[in-house]
């Protein structure tokens, strides 16, 4: 039963890395993150966990693999301090202070 889920879920493999990818992430970052969903999947169904992944027996769960890839993906980003996120206002440079901090403002996200 496992290894028939694990395969319906992988048909789609390029659509969760293309999804990974819609939250900010790089191609290998985004390979990475559906890497771990298959881990993170795989142990959820060893544990008879089954009844969310599918509807009906049929349908891939696309809620639930999104939010298992959005949470790789948000403590990947935690862990790897490559990303600021911050809330800022418009009429200040944070970019020039934050450099000025020692931090990179390249993969710098304002909202």
Same mark, same amino acid.
């Given at each position: ?27 290998? =970052?985004?390979?990475?993150? $559906?890497?771990?969903?298959? +881990?993170?999947?795989? =142990? ?27 949470? +790789? ?31 990179? $403002?390249?993969?710098?996200?304002? +909202?």
């Amino acid at each position: 039963m496992v290894v028939k889920i694990l395969e319906k879920i992988s048909k789609k493999n390029n659509d969760w890395i293309r999804i990974c990818m819609s939250f900010g992430a790089d191609l290998e =970052t985004a390979k990475d993150c $559906t890497q771990d969903m298959y +881990i993170k999947v795989f =142990t959820w169904l060893s544990n008879d966990n089954d009844r969310s992944l599918l509807y009906e027996g049929k349908d891939v769960n696309y809620f639930f693999i999104w939010k298992c890839l959005r949470s +790789i993906y948000l403590n990947h980003c935690k862990h790897s301090n490559k990303y600021v996120i911050k809330e800022f206002g418009n009429d200040i440079d944070f970019g020039f202070i934050l450099e000025q901090e020692g931090f990179e $403002t390249q993969n710098l996200v304002m +909202i």
